[in-house]
């Protein structure tokens, strides 16, 4: 299905802002002593430049084999956090639920990522950038299951438009904003890490801070959602 290429360009730029700022997110945490959701972080940054690479095979930083490992990898590690927040909670109880949906969406999402490997779609429509350089006819594999693939992550995006809006500066304010990178249940930290000991304790707070807010994290999977949908979409 050819497509323009400066779509493509457009599109891996995105990944390419996506995962460097993820990464940076990373590092940034740990700095600061902040929890700060390092596996959703981690699976954003190999997605982004994965997708990059598919995109712009010339930009590609691993073989597409070595990638398929690693998405098997996420795969597995999201499900089982999925099978373990059902079996403890359930499947639809409150707050339950929402919990269930963080490693449920990336497990699918690293599934997508599996399935347009193994069927080898080229990204590209030129001949110099056939993308997932891959021995053998590309696929366009199973319409409904492609269909049903970017449907769910079109649905994820638009469900997290109405998360970024929880976190809006005018309805939470700045303290709850550094606040809320600790995650629930964590104790407070001070700027080397280590806890403050009374959890009551206040928070230091860091110029770098506005850095972590929840809305650039959620805005990061909604980006990567519609990035996947896109591709997932060329091979209907």
């Not at 323009?4 to 730029?13: H, N």
């Not at 860091?206 to 994290?217: D, G, K, S, T, W």
């Amino acid at each position: 299905m050819p497509y323009p290429s400066w779509l493509a360009y457009t599109f891996a730029a995105l990944m390419i802002a996506v995962s460097v700022y993820c990464l940076g997110r990373l590092i940034l945490a740990r700095r600061l002593g902040r929890r700060n959701h390092t596996d959703v972080n981690i699976a954003h940054v190999l997605m982004g430049f994965a997708m990059v690479g598919m995109l712009v095979p010339d930009w590609n930083v691993l073989p597409v084999g070595l990638w398929e490992v690693v998405f098997a990898v996420m795969a597995i590690y999201f499900l089982y956090f999925t099978v373990l927040h059902v079996a403890n909670n359930g499947l639809l109880a409150a707050p339950a639920s929402d919990h269930v949906a963080h490693p449920l969406i990336h497990m699918v999402m690293a599934c997508s990522m599996l399935y347009m490997y193994w069927l080898g779609m080229p990204m590209s429509s030129s001949d110099h950038m056939m993308g997932m350089s891959m021995s053998g006819a590309p696929s366009t594999g199973d319409p409904l299951l492609t269909a049903f693939l970017a449907i769910v992550l079109l649905v994820s995006a638009i469900r997290q438009l109405d998360v970024i809006g929880r976190f809006s500066p005018s309805r939470t304010g700045s303290r709850t904003l550094a606040l809320s990178t600790v995650g629930a249940g964590s104790a407070p930290t001070n700027g080397s890490g280590s806890a403050t000991g009374n959890g009551a304790a206040p928070m230091e707070t860091h110029a770098l801070e506005p850095l972590l807010a929840p809305r650039l994290e959620v805005a990061c999977h909604i980006a990567m959602c519609v990035t996947m949908a896109y591709m997932l979409l060329l091979m209907v």
